[in-house]
């Protein structure tokens, strides 16, 4: 079953809109709605790396480390 989404209303330049639709055409996209959820993902998953990168730098932890808890918490 889907999720619940919530509706926005936003303004996009045009020539990012017709990007979109060029997407849409060939095929990349199902529709114009897809196209912003995507692009929202990407943008929050860039945030989260980032975020992720300044609290290991402030923690002083380096990347093995960081690998070696998310691999015992896999377990």
Known sequence: MGREMSKIVVQIPRDIYRNIHEDIKIG???????AVVSALKRIYARKSRVFLRWLMKKEGLTEDEMLK???????
Not at 28 to 34: E, G, M, N, R
Not at 69 to 75: A, D, F, I, L, S
Request: aromatic share 8%; charged share 45%; net charge positive.
């Open 28 to 34: 990349i996209f199902v529709d114009t709605s897809d």
């Open 69 to 75: 808890v998310v691999k015992k918490m896999r377990r």
